[in-house]
């Protein structure tokens, strides 16, 4: 069974940092693109930050610039967003995201970050 499971998620004060983990099950990453989306209440899912199969190529989107890192351990079948110098504006709930090509697309549950003093 594919899955992808999140954590590392809760409550951070602004500025503050985390660390979220996605561990993937019932297929290896190594060929897939590894992304992180996030959603906030009413809005649109985003993208966070894509990197591929081999971890060569990372972009972000320009909101986390500076700020977040991507990072895969292909022989651990996990990727990880780094998330430091959080503000408000970052709440949202955070989805891992496996694209292996047409049909080979995954979502994990997500996880909730709530920046907030």
């Known amino acids: 069974q594919v899955r992808l499971v999140e954590a590392g998620g809760g409550l951070v004060q602004p500025g503050g940092s985390l660390r979220l983990s996605c561990a993937a099950s019932g297929f290896t990453i190594s060929n897939y693109f590894m992304s992180w989306f996030r959603q906030a209440p009413g809005k649109e899912r985003d993208l966070v930050a894509t990197i591929s199969g081999g971890g060569g190529s990372i972009s972000y989107a320009d909101s986390v610039k500076g700020r977040f890192t991507i990072s895969r351990d292909n022989a651990r079948d996990t990727v990880s967003l780094q998330m430091n110098s959080l503000k408000p504006e970052d709440t949202a709930v955070y989805y891992c995201?496996?694209?292996?090509?047409?049909?080979?697309?995954?979502w994990g549950q997500g996880t909730q970050v709530t920046v907030s003093s």
């Open positions: 995201y496996a694209d292996g090509g047409p049909h080979y697309t995954y």
